[in-house]
């Protein structure tokens, strides 16, 4: 985002002020300020489904930014509220020294063999809400035995990480040989990781949305129109992104291809997600 804040202040001439954190914890900033009736923030960027949560609270405005106009249609919120910037897939990563050519997986069910129990990584599911989403959406791929499966990586004793984010280190570390996470991080992060070339890959927006208070409305828009433009998403995939702009693509090998083949992951109510986590916490935690 170090890039995007760059480029609009050069260009705009307006400061932002930026507070990083995973899509759980942002999300939850965000409605205890809202519910304590001092929202701190213009606009909010995260994974579509955290942010979609903040939609019963109406939290957003409705805005589409012209320059998302050619975005892919199936990444369109349908009530206007949320624009997708870019999308991350999630895949499987591996360290690259740990894990020898001919062990690599090549489907999401190799994760189920038995010689890569307690050595595989990923954020805790009963509190990441982004995880407890991708294993519910593997209905999309496992069909009426996705549980099955989910309940066979549990009994695999995975690491268990805060986020998405902290599963590379983890792995460069050589603290797992491989793990779940997005699929761009093996190009941001430096040491021996990599990612595997599978079938098919889950993928969630990531989105920007418009707060119904902000107290700079028109300067937050205008971010949102520059981070939708061809210059902005041409800085995102730059640094190793899968945008929304046709065409555009990170230096990633097969990036065309993964883009083409993404299985969008439906988006869990509250109340689903509360139940979800509930059963990942016993399949995952209780002994």
Known sequence: MALIEKGFEAK??????????????VIDRVLTEWRAGKPGFDLVIG????????????????????????????????????????TT?????YNTEL????????SLDDLLDAK?????????????ASTAQ??????????????DFVKG????????????????NTIVRGESALGISYVQYPGQTKGPIGFAPINQYLADPSDVALSAKAANPNAARAFIEYLCSAEGQKKVAETGEFVMAPGVYPSIKGADKIMSGLLLMNEASAEQLAKLQGEFRQWFLVK
């Open 12 to 25: 705009y001439g307006i400061k932002t002020e930026y507070w990083r954190a995973d899509a759980t914890k």
């Open 47 to 86: 994974a579509r489904g955290p942010l979609a949560l903040a939609k019963q609270d109406s939290v957003y405005a409705r805005f589409a930014p012209a320059s998302s106009a050619n975005f892919p249609a199936k990444f369109k919120d349908k009530d206007g509220q949320l624009t997708a910037w870019r």
């Open 89 to 93: 897939p999630v895949g499987i990563l």
């Open 99 to 106: 894990v020898k050519a001919a062990d690599i997986p090549k």
């Open 116 to 128: 890569w129990q307690g050595k595989i990584s990923m954020p805790d599911p009963s509190r990441h």
């Open 134 to 147: 991708y294993l519910w959406n593997l209905e999309q791929i496992k069909g009426e035995k996705w549980m």
């Open 153 to 168: 990586l549990a009994k695999q004793k995975p690491l268990l990480l805060e986020s998405y984010s902290t599963v590379p």
